[in-house]
């Protein structure tokens, strides 16, 4: 399969502090092939920092996951209670997503409600072999956040395929260090990754928020969230 053209956006202008909610503010939506958001400088430097640091272990590094990384349960990583207790600028991130004013960011940008909705914070690391079949993510995950933290020539080529139900990848988002790309699920947001030489380790940031029927809990930032507001 091949991809298509590659997605680009604006810089942004600074790491520094927790810009998300104003950079997604003033960024437009993209609408093709469905509606997604293209970030640059989506964390701070000091998640960053961490986010790179962090050494899970060979076992968290995924070859072929046959197209599922549901494979490879055992060995997943999350930035749960144990991992803030252990970083506290890991522990700052997960505040800063789960804050009202960021819940308020993609509320408004996004047309989504996220009172009720628990923070899923997952790092993924890759190397060559990997692939990821089509999927939409619809169910239980009510946003995804997909945030490029790999470093190298090649990694800009690695971001996420945007895709047809049969896997052709109509547009890739870019893998530029710190860049994301931001959409809700939906029976149209088919997206994977097509195999294609990982020279190293591609490192990821899964940012999700998830219903009260994600039975995963111990997945979860600070474990399942009941309403606030409304």
């Not at 968290?60 to 599922?68: F, K, L, P, Q, S």
């Not at 946003?143 to 690695?158: E, F, M």
């Not at 190293?200 to 111990?218: C, E, K, P, Q």
Request: proline share 5%.
């Amino acid at each position: 399969m091949s991809h298509g053209a590659s997605l680009s956006h604006s810089a942004g202008s600074s790491d520094a502090g927790f810009a998300l909610p104003a950079l997604l503010a003033r960024t437009p939506a993209a609408r093709a092939p469905y509606a997604h958001w293209l970030l640059n400088d989506v964390l701070p430097a000091s998640a960053c920092a961490a986010l790179e640091e962090w050494d899970p272990g060979a076992q968290a590094i995924a070859g072929d996951v046959e197209g599922r990384r549901e494979t490879r349960n055992a060995h997943r990583v999350f930035v749960n209670a144990e991992t803030r207790a252990r970083d506290p600028r890991l522990d700052s991130l997960a505040h800063a997503f789960d804050s009202e004013a960021m819940r308020r960011s993609f509320e408004q940008s996004c047309g989504i409600a996220l009172d009720t909705a628990a923070l899923r914070l997952e790092l993924c690391l890759d190397t060559d072999g990997f692939w990821l079949a089509p999927h939409t993510d619809i169910g239980a995950k009510k946003l995804t956040l997909l945030v490029s933290l790999s470093r190298g020539a090649d990694a800009a080529d690695w971001g996420t395929d945007l895709m047809t139900p049969q896997g052709e990848s109509v547009a890739r988002a870019p893998g530029t260090f710190n860049s994301a790309v931001l959409f809700i699920p939906a029976d149209d947001t088919w997206h994977g990754f097509v195999r294609r030489p990982i020279n190293g380790v591609r490192r990821t940031l899964i940012v999700n928020f998830v219903d009260d029927t994600w039975r995963a809990v111990h997945e979860l930032a600070f474990g399942p969230r009941a309403g606030t507001r409304h």
